[in-house]
Each structure stands twice: as C-alpha cells, then as structure tokens.
C-alpha cells in the first residue's frame, strides 16, 4: 500500500510503544498523532477520537481506510502487508513460542497494570498508592516469572537469532514500565539481557517515550 501510514498513540503508552517499535524495525514511514491519556478527561474519550476507535483505546493504526486498534492485531497486520524484514521466525515451532510470550505479556501482564486500570484502583475503590503498588508488583513479577522462564527456548539469543521482533517488541515496554514503578528485576537475567541488546539498537530508542515529540 502507498498510503501514508498514521498512528494515534501516547507517549508512555506501552502499547503504542510496541508498535512504535515493530515500525521501526520494519523501517517504515509513519506519522504519529498524540493523544493525551489523560489532558481532558483523557483524550481517547473524545467524540472525534471515539469515531475513529469505538474501543477509546490507545494505539490506533491507520492506513488508508484501514483503521487497525489493539497492538498485537497491529504487528500482525505490519507483518503480513510488510513482510520483510520479517517479526517472527519462519520456523512454526519457534513463531508460535514468541506469539505466547507476547500475547501472555500483552493480555496476562499489561492489562492488570494500565493506567485505566490503575486509576480505577485508586479513585473508584480508594486504594492508596501503597496498596496500589503492591498490587502492580504482584502482577508483574508472577508475569515476569513466566516470560523468564520462556526466554529459555532462545538459549541467549535474540528471537529472530541476531535480531530482534515481534517479541522484543512486546518485551521492552514492559521492562519500561517495571523501572517506572521501581520494581526490583534482578530475577530475570534473561529478560535484562535480552532489553539490554534490543535498547542499544537505533529501532528501540527511536521508538522510547522519552524521544517523542508528545513526551512530558
């Protein structure tokens, strides 16, 4: 396709991160289009945005009158409209083995851990940043112990061998947010190793909350 590429994300939004990531690695040409999770009431409720995404969720890839929400659909569709460079290894075995530790850090780690989920501990249910935390911790370090545990099948490789993919691209935001929330990740060496290689690639800081014209 020769349409121009657009995404809607937030700058701290790890799911807008991923993709931001998958873009890059692809070495695609998109344009971003900020929406503030949280100026406004947060910006994703707003009727000119709701029109675009029902879901009132963060990211949103556009491409032509194409309108792709939820990040893993996004990679799935970057993979199968832009296939190379590839995400994911052409071997089933191997592809099938990323697609479950990315779809447990996306589904089984991520959502407990959003900020509308977060927000809604502390304003609707009264938590205090305390207990909040406590709750984010727990959550992701039972996730964490998994992806670790994973990574084994990769025997100290990238995913993709030498190069990194549909996986990392999962993997790195969430390594993110763990720093943000100051959570101890010195029981998972294979996921420190394996941020440690993809953070030191043009693609991932490129793609960082820090480096985008939206971040605060």
């Known amino acids: 396709m020769n349409t121009e590429l657009k995404l809607y994300g937030y700058w701290r939004s790890s799911a807008a991160y991923r993709v931001r990531i998958a873009l890059n690695l692809k070495g695609l040409a998109y344009r971003q289009v900020p929406v503030h999770l949280v100026k406004d009431g947060g910006q994703q409720h707003a009727p000119e945005y709701r029109a675009l995404n029902p879901q009132q969720l963060l990211p949103l890839l556009v491409d032509g009158e194409t309108r792709i929400a939820q990040s893993l659909a996004i990679l799935e569709y970057l ?4 296939p190379v460079p590839p995400l994911l290894p052409a071997d089933p075995a191997l592809r099938a083995q990323v697609r479950s530790l990315a779809l447990h850090i ?9 900020l509308r989920v977060l927000q809604y501990l502390t304003g609707e249910l009264g938590v205090d940043d305390a207990a909040k935390n ?5 959550w992701l370090h039972t996730g964490l112990t998994a992806v670790e545990q ?9 995913s993709l061998g030498e190069q990194p993919g549909y996986l990392e691209a999962c993997l790195v935001p969430q390594v993110y947010n763990a720093r943000r929330f100051n959570c101890d990740l ?8 394996m941020t440690a290689r993809c953070e030191a690639l043009e693609a991932f800081k490129q793609a960082a909350p820090e480096a985008q014209a939206d971040a605060q």
């Open 79 to 82: 993979e199968e409209v832009f």
């Open 106 to 114: 996306a589904c089984e780690v991520h959502p407990l851990n959003n």
């Open 150 to 158: 994973g990574l084994a099948v990769f025997a100290g490789r990238l």
């Open 134 to 138: 406590t709750w984010y911790r727990h």
């Open 186 to 193: 010195d029981a998972y060496p294979r996921i420190l190793a």
